[in-house]
Nanobody, 129 residues
């Protein structure tokens, strides 16, 4: 059974930092591109940052480029998102997910936020002005 558990969300002031963690189980983590997605109230889900199965490719939503960094630790089946210089517009529920097709580059996953079949419960990030 695929499980994805996000953690690390919090209330921070603008300019602050957070590190999100996604622990996974139930699938061969190292075979799949992984991504972080977010959804704010009343808005569509969007791909924030994605990473290839061995970390060889990354993709970022334009507004977070240079502020967020995605990474993964395959031996412990864990995905991370370092978020710096946070802005109020980053406020959302953040989720991690796996590409449903193994071995693809990160851009495929981030380009199709409805593709993943399994989602965690999410972690709330709130950035105050």
């Amino acid at each position: 059974q695929v499980q994805l558990v996000e953690s690390g969300g919090d209330l921070v002031q603008a300019g602050g930092s957070l590190r999100l963690t996604c622990t996974t189980s139930g699938f061969r983590f190292a075979k799949y591109a992984m991504g972080w997605f977010r959804q704010a109230p009343g808005k569509e889900r969007e791909g924030v940052a994605c990473i290839g199965s061995n970390g060889d490719s990354t993709s970022y939503l334009h507004p977070v480029t240079g502020r967020f960094k995605i990474s993964r630790d395959n031996p412990v089946n864990t995905l991370y998102l370092q978020m710096d210089n946070l802005k109020p517009e980053d406020t959302a529920m953040y989720y991690c997910a796996a590409d449903p097709i193994p071995g693809r580059r990160s851009s495929f996953l981030c380009g199709d936020p409805n593709a993943p079949a399994n989602w965690g419960q999410g972690t709330q990030v709130t950035v105050s002005a």
